[in-house]
């Protein structure tokens, strides 16, 4: 077996394009590693409807410049096929290691195969490469982006023409066309023939930003600012001063693009720690609420002022019933979406304003194609809230509407506290949580869906289980899916694979009546109750 995979190191070695990963390479070939070569070579990085996403490193199963010229040629191969071989491909990237590399890459195999390309002229925000392939007419668009991944990860996002992220079949598709690349020598890749863009597509994408705000609106809130070592904060502040808001304090330690993330250990708002520095800043300068992009600037975390003094994240789903109720006070119409895995007060906000609602599977490729989107969310800080400038989440503006809903609370003497009570006086209190299990063999996930498969809950917390779906069987609203839905007394659970990273995610959510405002405290105790035994019972049936 180690012969054979000598044999595929030394054919992958002799194509190379990329010094570094050819001296890896090399001494991986010398050393005959068979643990790190089979790692390495024992099939190919899949092409999904994330596009790509793995770590940095030499072989078929790592991000490395043969891995993207090979995506960028079947990416190619599939627009031709399509009639679309003319047409333009504009192309986005972060600040993370080898991300320009890859940009370069597949603006050169685009040029070589007869297509047009177009590179964005610096590492910027994804949902600015978003809005560039609607905004250029372009056939398509690839932004280089890991997102809030471990610094060692780096990808590669597909979007075709009308501006969302590739869905089912086009990814299947385009994952044949890859696999038919035989030889990277096969693959024409001249040294010029690309159009570098100047500001003129991010000037046009500023511009917009301030459709997301009412004319002559409170544009008081004091801000501090994270971007979490990407690339937001110079796009961020632009956007604000444009739009007249105070000038954000940013958090010194983490405002430069620093591939390395040198102050988390995950670069996800999310994550344990990540807001630490925030929240240090926070105590410093006393702001109305703090603001956090992701590092490529598509996500919003917010964060506010408990009313003990301390600075806690809002949950996804909470920032996400806020911006809706904000939006229904400004009179939009339209529809509202979000994921399977989000909150349900959306669907209740919605309703109680005569708006639409629709639910979709996990991710923005979804919600975006919500016919009538007016505004989507997704519970992993994604929010859409200019589904006309840019299809996909966007922290940018999801940021501006955070800080404008901040501002109009203020000049009323309330808080997003404060609101965050009156809905779940209105609405019922709606507590979310998730228990996120991340694994270095990904067979524990396999085996944990197969359990609860086989032996399905019967109850969690107390609770009977009414309903209980698999969704690899897809319903009358919902594509098939790798997922499982129940429906408790009270209570809904979701277990999936993540889409972008080796974890098994569980989506929590508890719904407690509140009669009056006397009753909130007691409600929240008992949401958290009740989460902590589902996440209890949950883990011992999945056997995590």
């Known amino acids: ?19 570094e990963t050819r001296e890896e390479l090399a001494k991986l070939i010398e050393s005959a590693d068979a643990e790190e ?11 999904g409807t994330a ?10 199963m790592r991000m490395n410049r043969s891995v993207v010229i090979r995506a960028a040629a079947g990416l ?13 491909v504009v192309i986005g990237y972060d600040a993370r290691y080898k991300s320009a590399d890859f940009a370069r890459d597949t603006a050169a195999v685009m040029v070589g195969a007869g297509l047009k390309a177009t590179v964005l002229p610096r590492p910027l925000p994804t949902p600015v490469l978003a809005y560039a392939i609607r905004h250029l007419g372009a056939v398509a668009g690839v932004e280089v ?24 079949p086009a990814d299947a598709e385009i994952a044949a066309e890859i696999d038919a690349v035989v030889s990277l020598n096969d693959v024409p890749r001249p040294e010029s023939g690309w159009e570098v863009l100047g500001d003129e597509v ?11 705000l009412t004319p002559g609106s409170p544009r008081t809130a004091n801000v501090v600012y994270t971007a979490m070592h ?13 739009a007249g808001f105070p000038e954000p304090v940013l958090v010194a330690e983490q405002a430069e693009p620093d591939p390395a993330f040198p102050t988390v250990a995950f670069p996800n708002p999310e994550e344990p720690g990540a807001m630490d520095l925030a929240f240090a800043t926070a105590r410093r300068a006393d702001p109305d609420i703090v603001i956090a992009n992701d590092p490529d600037a598509d996500r919003c975390a917010a964060a506010v002022k408990d009313r003990d003094g301390e600075w806690r994240m809002l949950r996804g789903d909470e920032v996400g019933a806020l911006l809706a109720a904000h939006l229904v006070t400004k009179g939009v119409s339209g529809v509202f979406a979000e994921s399977i895995v989000s909150s349900s007060l959306l669907g209740r906000i919605a309703e109680a304003a005569g708006l639409g609602y629709e639910e979709t599977l996990t991710g923005f490729k979804w919600i975006a194609r919500v016919d009538g989107l007016r505004y ?9 809230v200019d589904p006309e400038g840019v299809r996909d989440k966007d922290g940018i503006t999801a940021a501006l509407l955070v800080a404008e809903l901040a501002s109009v609370l203020k000049e009323q003497g309330r808080t997003v506290l404060d609101l965050l009570d009156e809905l779940a006086l209105a609405h019922g209190l709606h507590a979310t949580d998730q228990l996120s299990v991340r694994v270095e063999d990904l067979t524990v996930i396999s085996d944990a869906m197969a359990r609860l498969r086989e032996q399905p809950p019967t109850s969690l917390a107390g609770l009977a289980v009414t309903r209980a779906e698999d969704l690899t069987e897809g319903t009358e609203a919902l594509p098939p899916t790798d997922g499982l839905r129940y429906y408790l007394e009270g209570a809904r659970v979701i277990v999936r694979p993540s889409g972008t990273e080796p974890k098994l995610k569980c989506y929590l959510e508890v719904v407690v009546p509140v009669g009056s405002s006397d009753d909130l405290d007691a409600a929240r105790a008992k949401g958290a109750e009740l989460l902590a035994g589902i996440k209890k019972d949950l883990a011992a049936a999945a056997g995590i």
């Open 37 to 47: 070569l089979a790692a390495r070579f024992s099939g190919t990085l899949q092409f």
């Open 145 to 168: 982006t890991a997102s809030h991944n471990p610094p060692r990860d780096n990808g590669y996002k597909v979007y075709l023409g009308d501006g969302s992220q590739i869905v089912p």
């Open 76 to 88: 190619a191969a599939y627009l031709k096929a399509k009639g679309q071989g003319d047409g333009l």
């Open 1 to 19: 077996m180690t012969q054979d995979l000598i044999a595929r190191a030394q054919a992958w070695l002799a194509e190379d394009p990329d010094s």
């Open 376 to 384: 989507g969310y997704e519970e992993a800080l994604g929010y859409c």
């Open 51 to 60: 596009g790509l996403r793995g770590e940095l490193g030499a072989g078929p």
């Open 202 to 212: 991010l000037d046009a994408y500023l511009a917009r930003t301030d459709a997301v």
């Open 230 to 242: 990407g690339v937001g904060k110079d796009v961020l502040l632009a956007a604000f001063a444009r």
